[in-house]
């Protein structure tokens, strides 16, 4: 059976590479392709031409509303735009309470190996008193921090509940960067430059940097392979790429 698919942002670096993905899958038919311009949000759920998938990667400010208006649609729904707070998916869990029949699944990075990096650095996160993240993208990316530093961020706090929060001394100064989750994020934004993470864990006598550097968007394609595969059966509100793959 095949699945009728919407992507909003399909004009996007992401949203190409997402609508190619399902242009080129036996399983998925693309049905509408919208720009983030298109008012997707706006134009009420006929937007999406029947989809039974609605895939949002647009901008964060336009994001909790296209999942809105796709959900008044009775499709499931891929988020892979970045600013999803933890407020925002509290918020969005809540209202899923609401329809148990359909499902969100929230993608802050559809690499494979930034998922793996993430999850090394939730494992040695309990052993290092003193824990902060660096990313550094393309100069044309318009939110910090990314959306796979702060989930980084909230998994690394979740990995330390036992032992509390990371030593951040000097936070109030502004060039330490934001914290999230007691974590130090520090956004760089570089012509040049694709996506790289590193995670530095110190103690004492010691550092650990774990690092993922993004090369080409090729990188994606099996993540969003992956992802595409799952969300058309899950109910409730799914975060992260790793619930699918096995990870963490």
């Known amino acids: 059976m095949v699945t009728p698919v919407a992507v909003v942002g399909a004009t996007g670096r992401l949203g190409g590479l997402v609508a190619a993905v399902v242009e080129e899958h036996p399983d998925f038919e693309l049905v509408a392709s919208l720009s983030s311009k298109d008012g997707a949000h706006e134009a009420g759920p006929s ?108 998994l690394i706090a979740e990995a330390r509940r036992e032992v509390g929060p990371v030593e951040a001394p000097h936070v109030d100064q502004r060039a330490r960067g934001q914290q999230v989750a007691s974590v130090p994020i520090h956004s760089l934004r570089l012509p040049g430059v694709k996506a790289v993470q590193d995670v530095l864990l110190s103690g004492p006598g010691e550092t650990l940097t774990i690092r993922h550097d993004t090369n080409d968007d090729i990188a994606y394609l099996a993540g969003i392979r992956a992802a595409l595969s799952a969300v058309g059966s899950m109910r409730g509100l799914t975060v992260g790429l790793g619930s699918v793959l096995g990870i963490g």
Not at 82 to 94: T, Y
Not at 128 to 141: D, L, M, Q, R, W
């Open 47 to 154: 937007v999406f031409r029947g989809a039974a998938l609605v895939v949002d990667v647009t901008v964060p400010a336009l994001s909790p509303a296209i999942v809105d208006t796709a959900l008044e649609s009775g499709a499931n729904v891929l988020v892979g735009t970045s600013g999803w707070s933890q407020d925002r998916l509290a918020k969005l869990r809540a209202g899923l309470e609401q329809r148990p029949e359909q499902g969100v699944f929230v993608v802050p990075n559809f690499s494979i190996g930034s998922v793996l990096g993430t999850h090394l650095a939730t494992i040695a996160a309990p052993w290092f008193p003193s824990v902060e993240i660096v990313e550094t993208h393309h100069a044309g990316k318009i939110d910090s921090p990314s959306g796979t530093a702060v989930r980084t961020a909230e």
